[in-house]
């Protein structure tokens, strides 16, 4: 096949052709969602980067427009880069977005529709007093960008959080006006953390405590409210979030102690996921994340096929019960592409062994499986090292799907060649702690190309899942050169950008795999082929 076409995915969201980054200022908006994003409209390499811009009525199936922002003015002349929309009293949507100015300042700058009428709104006005937001004169103006969504406090100010660093401190400075054009810097940030590099992309909002999987508009607080802060990682290039209580008459956020507020907390995803944001769905009342995935392949090769990066799947977002992390799971309109279906009840699966799923089309499918597992207390776990536990990544490394333990590696071979020279392995392991079992999920590999010259890292996160019921859950989103998981009803997530050279098209194999000493059974499976909705 067509190396430019080979791999290109058909329901995750990208441009026909050239360079995508960051998601930007996602909104619903009378009806019609929006998304925008980091684009390069002359190759598909980093650079000349624009606000692309395209419309649905439905996440999934999706119309480009012209660009709504480029560099054309003083405050953004060397760049349009990331940024955020707001919905201001009125229903006035604004853009409050990064510029690059004449002097290669970051400054923050704001955009209004040039008609309100315009249900798609087209044409966007960058206002001559741009920039509404500048570095201090103490700040190094090239660590200063990515404002978030506003919120008003309950003195009816609005806030925003931009992102910064202070030597290797990160830091979210926060801004509060009352008009949303005039801006005056907080003494104090948001937050900070040290040893953390420059925070990218911060996204803060509300989420209920209460146990109810409904989003919250940024602007919500009260009883029954926690809060959320995200930020990506410069330095490491992936993010953390921690969740914790907004001080409101202080202007503080305080994570809970419960997860680490540096490199090693807490992640949406596990995988290839950087420069997130959320917005709330007012149609739905939901919370509604989007990551973008960049290639792991070559410049070269991204040259020579046209087109680089993605938009993983939308993800409705919220706070598990147990109120120590968030869960994510593919929304509910994704389904609507499942096509022919197959199944699988009750297969038991033996050290070595694997089955295949047959009757669909393995390069392009959604399969939701649960693994039943052996009594615990029947079986002699790997002890776990409480030092595994700051590196997931590094012990899937150590520990890939083909060295067998007691109970695990189990999972599946997505992407996989008939014969198993190469695959995209997600999969578990379990070890023994106290005072409950830990479990690690992995996805990706080695064996995920045969080319050498990729980057092929198993990525890893440990589940947070009670598993006295002996079960576990996966489901995973296949399309092509992307695998998208999520384990125990969103939990942990992991996406896995992978380029296979004999499982490509009709030629890719989908299998259930055992190579613990402890047999498996598969519970339940079901698979869908994914039909193609219309993407730009």
């Not at 206002?127 to 309950?154: C, K």
């Not at 953390?193 to 919500?220: H, I, K, N, R, Y």
């Not at 776990?381 to 590196?391: A, Y």
């Not at 992995?442 to 996160?461: A, D, N, T, V």
Request: with cysteine.
């Amino acid at each position: 096949m067509e190396v430019s076409k080979a791999h290109r995915p058909v329901f995750h969201f990208r441009p026909p052709k050239n360079w995508m980054n960051d998601p930007n200022g996602p909104m619903y908006y009378n009806g019609i969602y929006h998304l925008f994003y980091q684009y390069n409209p002359y190759g598909s390499v980093w650079g000349n980067i624009v606000w692309a811009h395209s419309f649905s009525t439905d996440l999934i199936n999706w119309i480009p427009l012209k660009p709504a922002l480029y560099a054309s003015k003083p405050f953004d002349i060397n760049g349009t880069w990331s940024g955020s929309a707001t919905i201001l009293p009125g229903n006035k949507p604004v853009i409050l977005y990064t510029g690059i100015d004449e002097q290669n300042k970051q400054v923050q700058n704001i955009a209004f529709p040039k008609d309100l009428n315009d249900p798609l709104l087209q044409e966007w006005i960058k206002p001559d007093y741009n920039p509404v937001i500048t570095p201090t004169p103490d700040m190094n103006a090239s660590f200063f960008r990515d404002p978030t969504e506003g919120w008003r406090g309950p003195d009816g100010h609005w806030r925003v959080l931009v992102g910064n660093r202070k030597g290797n401190r990160g830091l979210a400075l926060l801004y509060r006006s009352r008009d949303f054009i005039h801006w005056t810097k907080a003494k104090h940030p948001l937050h900070s953390s040290a040893d953390t590099g420059m925070w990218e992309c911060p996204d803060f909002f509300p989420v209920s405590s209460d146990g109810s999987q409904e989003g919250l508009e940024a602007s919500v607080r009260g009883d029954g409210v926690k809060h959320v802060l995200k930020v990506s990682l410069d330095h490491t290039r992936f993010e953390y979030y921690t969740i914790g209580h907004y001080l409101y008459e202080k202007d503080r956020y305080i994570p809970d102690k419960s997860y680490a507020d540096n490199s090693t907390g807490l992640r949406y995803d596990y995988g290839n996921f950087y420069a997130s944001k959320t917005f709330f769905d007012a149609k739905n009342k939901r919370r509604i994340l989007w990551g973008w995935a960049n290639e792991s392949d070559l410049n070269t090769t991204d040259t020579a096929k046209g087109w680089a990066g993605i938009q993983t799947v939308p993800r409705r977002l919220w706070l598990d019960e147990n109120g120590k992390q968030l869960r994510q799971w593919p929304i509910k309109e994704l389904e609507t592409l499942r096509l022919h279906q197959v199944k699988m009840n009750d297969v038991s699966i033996r050290k070595g062994n694997s089955v295949e799923i047959k009757g669909i089309t393995a390069a392009q499918a959604d399969v939701e499986v649960t693994f039943h597992l052996p009594s615990l207390s029947d079986v002699r776990l790997e002890p776990f090292d409480p030092s595994w536990s700051v590196d997931p990544q590094r012990l899937c490394g150590e520990k890939p799907s083909t060295v067998g333990g007691e109970l695990g590696p189990f999972g599946l071979l997505t992407l996989a060649s008939e014969n198993l020279e190469e695959y995209t392995a997600v999969f578990f392991r379990v070890f023994d702690a106290k005072p409950k079992p830990v479990v690690l999920m992995c996805s990706g590999g080695i064996r995920s190309s045969i080319s050498e010259e990729m980057y092929k890292p198993s990525f890893g996160g440990f589940v947070d899942v009670d598993l006295s019921d002996r079960k576990i859950t996966l489901r995973s989103l296949i399309d092509h050169s992307v695998v998208e998981s999520f384990a125990a009803g969103g939990k942990t997530c992991i996406t896995s950008r992978v380029y296979p050279k004999l499982a490509e098209g009709s030629n890719a194999h989908l299998f259930a795999f055992n190579s613990g000493a402890e047999t498996i059974k598969v519970k339940h499976l079901k698979a869908w082929n994914m039909g193609s909705p219309r993407m730009n």
